[in-house]
């Protein structure tokens, strides 16, 4: 129904922020519901809440979804998990493989698949060999500085005190 009443008004469908779609057992009615809008309609998410099978992978590319963020923020285990409490980084880059190959048995463009890569304390120093992780699988990797990052503006601010003045750092 919000899709319907929202159609003439939604450019864009962002699926995240209040939990993990594709937990959700009705994730595909939900993505095509907006899809079918017209709006373009991407999810934030970790991969790692259910193992794709190339059936459930070529139901997700038929769904109509525009693009997914895949958070993965590291490159070994022991970094992924340090941010991604409990997190699978096998899983997470299976599912990203499968999604890949159900794009291209399809014939498909969408959805684009992105790493993006949460940068912190922990896992700084897995930036390289996670961007020579997304050339091998065929994906873009975007990094994102989070609050826990000694190199996050926020933090800086709350733990010295000392207001951040951002020129000097870009």
Do not use: C
Not at 53 to 81: C, H, K, N, P, W
């Amino acid at each position: 129904a919000i899709a319907a009443n929202g159609a003439p008004y939604m450019q864009r469908v962002g699926l995240f922020n209040w939990g993990e779609l594709f937990l959700n057992p009705d994730y595909l009615e939900i993505i095509r519901a907006f899809a079918e809008t017209g709006a373009f309609t991407f999810v934030d998410t970790n991969l790692v809440a259910r193992e794709f099978s190339a059936d459930d992978a070529d139901a997700l590319v038929g769904a109509g979804l525009s693009r997914i963020f895949a958070s993965i923020d590291g490159a070994t285990q022991e970094g992924y998990q340090a941010y991604r409490v409990r997190g699978r980084l096998d899983r997470a880059l299976r599912n990203i493989e499968t999604l890949l190959e159900a794009r291209e048995r399809r014939g498909a463009v969408t959805p684009e698949v992105i790493w993006k890569f949460l940068v912190n304390d922990v896992n700084e120093h897995e930036m390289m060999a996670a961007a020579e992780r997304a050339i091998e699988i065929g994906v873009p990797i975007v990094y994102e500085l989070n609050n826990k990052s000694r190199w996050s503006r926020q933090r800086r601010r709350r733990e010295t005190g000392i207001p951040i003045v951002k020129a000097r750092y870009e």
